[in-house]
């Protein structure tokens, strides 16, 4: 039963934080590489940032690149995402995606959380 559970999302202002979090169950986070996608309705979802499994290397969007930091913590099955000066992101719904490192048909996805900067 394996599920992955966004949370942190919200309103913030412009310039403003937020931290997303991602918790893992039914599985080992461990041998997943980890992504945090987002949504703005009509459109297509875009890769924001991405980690792999053991932590040692990232990537990111060249849109959030500087303003967003995605880590990880193994030992607690979390994935994190934080969002620094937020201003032109469109609102949008924030979802985590895990990839076995190795078996890459094993993929899951969480429901996502939305994230609005509205003043």
């Known amino acids: 039963q394996v599920q992955l559970v966004e949370s942190g999302g919200g309103l913030v202002q412009p310039g403003g934080s937020l931290r997303l979090s991602c918790a893992a169950s039914g599985l080992v986070l461990g041998a997943f590489d980890m992504s945090w996608y987002r949504q703005a309705p009509g459109k297509g979802r875009e890769l924001v940032a991405r980690i792999t499994s053991a932590g040692n290397s990232t990537n990111y969007s060249d849109s959030v690149k500087g303003r967003f930091t995605i880590s990880r913590d193994n030992a607690k099955n979390t994935v994190a995402l934080q969002m620094n000066s937020l201003n032109s992101e469109a609102p949008a719904v924030y979802s985590c995606?895990?990839?076995?490192?190795?078996?890459?048909?094993?993929?899951?996805w969480g429901r996502g959380t939305q994230v609005t900067v509205s003043s």
């Open positions: 995606n895990g990839q076995h490192f190795n078996y890459r048909i094993l993929a899951y």
